[in-house]
């Protein structure tokens, strides 16, 4: 009987000491997980002359694209879709594009992916990141045209959703 107890009370701690996985994924860990699709983009014109003022657009996403959507691979090469409309007969099913995270995770540099963003190379800034969800927010900088010495700012905020 002692025995029994023995080998019991051993068989309880041998069980209560094993490590249990870790499963919580990285941002790199949810961008490679599925398929992200563009649902919403938006524009932010940040004009200085006459007077500095905001002003915020909304982008109409062609049919043509709505079905398209951007795989983050290994290796941090990806692929945007065009999915079954294209605007083109001669738009190639996958355009490839690579990139990689910055900032500790907080951010995301894209490079060739002009046809889903508008610019080849974009420097972002990961804005309500989930498993689910995030916002791309980059800019550029434009000289005024009114007064060359300045710059307007023009943010882009893109909204993607994994599915």
Not at 86 to 101: G, H, L, Q, R
Not at 151 to 163: E, G, V
């Amino acid at each position: 009987m002692k025995y029994c107890l023995l080998s019991l009370s051993l068989l309880i701690l041998l069980v209560s000491c094993q490590k249990t996985s870790d499963t919580t994924s990285t941002r790199e860990d949810d961008l490679r997980n599925g398929k992200w699709k563009l649902v919403k983009m938006s524009v932010v014109y940040k004009v200085n002359y006459p007077v500095p003022h905001d002003s915020t657009l909304p982008v109409t996403i062609t049919s043509c694209k709505e079905d398209d959507f951007l795989t983050f691979g290994p290796g941090f090469n990806g692929g945007i879709n065009s999915g079954s409309s294209k605007c083109s007969p001669a738009d190639p099913d996958i355009t490839p594009f690579s990139w990689e995270p910055v900032n500790n995770d907080n951010g995301l540099n894209i490079y060739g992916a002009a046809t889903m963003f508008g610019s080849n190379t974009i420097n972002a800034t990961l804005k309500n990141f989930t498993p689910g969800s995030f916002t791309l927010s980059y800019y550029t900088t434009v000289q005024d045209p009114m007064v060359t010495t300045q710059t307007d700012t023009i943010t882009y905020n893109a909204n993607m959703i994994n599915f």
